[in-house]
């Protein structure tokens, strides 16, 4: 199985902050990764898929990047309601896996 | 527009199966995979397995001893099937559109107790 790994496992950021989260794979995943945003009680939502591209309707402010081994998602300036947890998904291949997560909260 | 609605017991007895189904309406289930995913309370997110409308499955080998997914195109609905339940199988499932997730149902809670 692939293992993905996150840091920060959780960090506390100020509305305006950028934030960057790192998530790596124990072996290459080329771009065959996506990232969700979950909220405490709400489902998980897609953000990110293929390493970098955005999806229809979520702010320009967030990016996604990398490829092979190491991905990183990017808030350009943190927002209100951007405090949640962030998952990455690899689906290299089976099983597909997430990371373990990174709650983003408020300092 | 999409969208993905679990059904099924809310509660499991130990030693017996959970069976959910995801019912897909604003769209066909056709030619897409469906995936299962579950979370324990407070806790990250698991993969179950993810069937395409043919029929072909593949499992989270955690699980794979398990797990029966089986898809009725008719009803526009996939089914999640999980036997021999016990209390870590306690967790929020949610069914989602293909193994990138794009779309996602509200979840059910299932927990497993006597």
């Known amino acids: 199985d692939i293992q993905m790994t996150q840091s920060p496992s959780a960090m506390s950021a100020s509305v305006g902050d950028r934030v960057t989260i790192t998530c790596r794979a124990s072996?290459?995943?080329?771009?065959?990764l996506a990232w969700f945003q979950q909220k405490p009680g709400k489902v998980p939502k897609r953000l990110i898929y293929a390493a970098s591209s955005l999806q229809s309707g979520v702010p320009s402010r967030f990016s996604g990047s990398g490829s092979g081994t190491e991905f990183t998602l990017t808030i350009s300036s943190l927002q209100p309601e951007d405090f949640a947890t962030y998952y990455c998904l690899q689906h290299n291949s089976y099983p597909v896996t997430f990371g373990p997560g990174t709650k983003v909260d408020i300092k | 527009q999409v969208q993905l609605q679990e059904s099924g017991p809310g509660l499991v007895k130990p030693s017996e199966t959970l069976s959910l189904t995801c019912t897909v309406s604003?769209?066909?289930?056709?030619?897409?995979?469906w995936s299962w995913i579950r979370q324990p309370a407070g806790k990250g997110l698991e993969w179950i397995g993810r069937?395409?409308?043919?029929?072909?499955?593949n499992y989270n080998p955690s699980l794979k001893s398990r797990v029966t997914m089986s898809v009725d195109t008719s009803k526009n609905q996939f089914s999640l099937k999980l036997s021999s339940v016990t209390a870590a199988d306690t967790a929020v499932y949610y069914c989602a559109r293909a193994i990138v997730m794009d779309v996602w149902g509200q979840g059910t809670t299932v927990t497993v107790s006597s």
């Open positions: 072996q290459g995943i080329s771009n065959y």
């Open positions: 069937i395409y409308t043919s029929g072909s499955t």
């Open positions: 604003g769209g066909s289930i056709s030619s897409y995979y």
